[in-house]
């Protein structure tokens, strides 16, 4: 089995190796993969799957704020705004394989990429002051005001950061190209004629982008709005059945292979569906009557996968039980804490799951498999549907089951995790023969450059 799936795999992943646009995303989220490793600890500590604990955090006041307010922020300064620093990463990346400047390629990016964001925030105001300095009750009135939406500089903005990468570094390295630049007398220093040189070609890529933007504006709308629109634009007949659970977890995985939070974009139109559906779960649980529906928010949250997207728990198992390079098995040290309470962006970015073929089968089918599994032995009373309690999404497996079903949904996701974890396995192998045969070419590379003599190469001509 190995050696078939070697085959398939390992040409694939190849091609893909020497693809310079998949190379430069690859590598520019791994610009964000440390930083998320840092900021997974702090989300872990602010939602800890304990009431006591959460009530304290919140709680306790800190000058103003709240001490769940101020160990949110590190996580915020990692997760929520991780678009900036893969967008940034990836134009270094892009610039680097089109032979340009690499600091020119990452800001110009960033440059493109905030020329077509959207510079207004818009939610539901609570309370307005009149002119008199009374306040009015305005509850549910929509208020937009200016300043950068989180949601845009987080997941839901990687897909257009990657679309700016490309095109904006395309373009600088073209004028580039065509000598299109400001060139500076001799004895210049370096950085002085770098700076020069990129004023034309970066002011036509801001040129380029500023008339894309009127054209997103002049069609009433914005970059950033159009393609995510466009991205749910396939989700939006989903309803409350089977077959709705695995067409939305199927594009949710989809977007998450090429790097766009798929819980974002799905969530967005399946999430009320499913929140709904758990609530009159809940109502009926309160009611003592028989529980009205199989798929609700708590089934996706504690049935669907397990560890993240992908139902990664089970393949940080297989890296750490059956993995042996380096890479592998030291990533799988760093993110198996976060991964037992649902964090797994390490996983994602770090391994990566992002634009792998050898790993998007498993990553895609181990989730379709706890669905299928679950529902069908929830309909023949196996173990209770989940009650609609709202249960931590940090909460761990087996804990989680247990509270949402009883003894028995606990030891059936025990099972699926262990389910996944040989689902995984064979792929997971196929990676780690390949880092391997990567770490030993690594060694072997510096043996080879060492001080070994040939006496061959001695020559007493020159005495």
């Not at 001490?67 to 590190?74: R, Y």
Request: hydrophobic residues 55%; aromatic residues 12%; glycine residues 10%.
């Amino acid at each position: 089995m190995f050696e078939k799936l070697e085959k398939v795999m390992m040409p694939l992943a190849e091609a893909i190796g020497r693809n310079k646009y998949l190379i430069a995303v690859r590598d520019g989220f791994l610009v964000s993969t440390p930083l998320l490793i840092v900021g997974s600890i702090f989300l872990l500590i602010g939602n800890f799957p304990i009431t006591a604990w959460t009530d304290f955090l919140e709680g306790t006041k800190v000058a103003g704020t709240t001490l769940s307010a101020l160990i949110a922020k590190p996580a915020d300064a990692t997760f929520t705004i991780m678009a900036v620093f893969a967008t940034m990463g990836i134009g270094y990346s892009f610039a680097k394989q089109m032979k340009t400047t690499p600091i020119f390629g990452a800001a110009v990016t960033l440059m493109a990429w905030f020329i077509l964001m959207p510079y207004v925030v818009t939610g539901s105001a609570k309370s307005l002051i009149d002119a008199t300095g009374a306040a009015l009750n305005v509850e549910g009135i929509k208020a937009t005001v200016g300043g950068i939406s989180t949601g845009w500089i987080g997941a839901k903005g990687i897909f257009v950061g990657i679309i700016c990468a490309f095109s904006s570094v395309h373009i600088y390295s073209w004028v580039e190209r065509r000598g299109w630049t400001i060139k500076m007398p001799a004895g210049v220093p370096p950085t002085v004629v770098q700076s020069f040189a990129a004023l034309i070609p970066a002011g036509i890529v801001m040129s380029i982008f500023f008339l894309i933007n009127s054209l997103f504006a002049y069609c009433n709308t914005d970059a950033f709005t159009f393609i995510f629109n466009f991205l749910q634009t396939p989700l939006l007949g989903l309803g409350d059945t089977l077959g709705a659970m695995i067409i939305a977890y199927i594009f949710l995985h989809i977007f998450w292979f090429f790097g766009v939070n798929g819980g974002s974009v799905v969530g967005a139109v399946f999430n009320p569906i499913l929140t709904t559906l758990g609530l009159e779960n809940l109502e009926a649980y309160k009611a003592h009557q028989e529980l009205p529906h199989i798929i609700t928010q708590q089934f996706q949250d504690l049935f669907a996968t397990f560890g993240g997207c992908g139902s990664t728990l089970s393949l940080l198992i297989a890296m750490l039980f059956f993995c042996k390079s380096k890479r592998i098995t030291e990533l799988g040290k760093l993110a198996i804490i976060p991964g037992i309470f649902g964090i797994n962006e390490p996983i994602v970015f770090g391994l990566p799951i992002v634009l792998n073929p050898t790993i998007v089968i498993p990553f895609v089918l181990v989730p379709m498999v706890n669905i299928i599994l679950t529902y069908f032995a929830m309909d023949f009373g196996l173990f209770p549907m989940c009650n609609g309690i709202n249960i931590p999404w940090t909460t761990p497996v087996i804990i989680s089951g247990l509270l949402a079903t009883n003894w028995v949904g606990a030891l059936f996701q025990a099972g699926l995790l262990v389910l996944g974890v040989f689902i995984y396995m064979p792929f997971i192998k196929v990676m780690d023969k390949q880092y391997m045969n990567d770490e030993a070419n690594a060694v072997a590379a510096i043996h080879d450059d060492g001080d070994d003599i040939n006496l061959d190469d001695l020559s007493f001509d020159d005495l």
